[in-house]
């Protein structure tokens, strides 16, 4: 019984102490969080740019972006985004096949909201 209310106590501190870190000291703001390429041409990739401000009072660190499928590559900011100042995730998608998308891209960081989703979308077409 003993054990059981020590790992209790251990697991209450933990997501009360994850709760606080993460009540936002750095914050996102994107100029836009979805962009439409309309029509692209099959086989030649598109890029866009979201651009993005640290609207909040700590340093910005973000530690991983992602995109839903493998024909969507990020690149983004790797050093901290210092309060008021600008970084950038940059979105290259590869148009191998004829048909219409839409992709999301997360981002993981220490925000006030540390999961994050952007999107892309368009159709690639012959």
């Known amino acids: 019984m003993k054990k059981l209310?020590?790992?209790l106590a251990v697991v209450v501190a933990f997501a009360t102490f994850?709760?606080?870190?993460?009540?936002?000291?750095a914050e996102f703001k994107f100029?836009?969080?979805?962009?439409?390429?309309?029509?692209i041409p099959q086989g030649k990739p598109v890029t866009y740019e979201f651009n993005f401000?640290?609207?909040?009072?700590?340093?910005?660190?973000?530690?991983?972006?992602?995109?839903?499928?493998?024909?969507?590559?990020?690149?983004?900011t790797n050093a901290p985004v210092k309060p008021g100042?600008?970084?950038?995730?940059?979105?290259?998608?590869?148009?191998a096949q004829a048909a219409p998308f839409s992709k999301s891209i997360t981002i993981r960081s220490?925000?006030?909201?540390?999961l994050k989703s952007l999107y892309i979308k368009g159709e690639v077409v012959k």
């Open 5 to 7: 209310l020590t790992i």
């Open 18 to 25: 994850t709760a606080l870190k993460a009540d936002g000291n």
């Open 31 to 39: 100029e836009k969080e979805t962009y439409d390429f309309g029509k």
């Open 53 to 76: 401000t640290n609207v909040g009072t700590e340093p910005l660190i973000i530690t991983k972006v992602e995109s839903s499928c493998g024909c969507t590559v990020p690149k983004y």
């Open 85 to 95: 100042e600008a970084g950038s995730i940059s979105v290259t998608f590869n148009a």
């Open 110 to 114: 220490n925000a006030k909201t540390p």
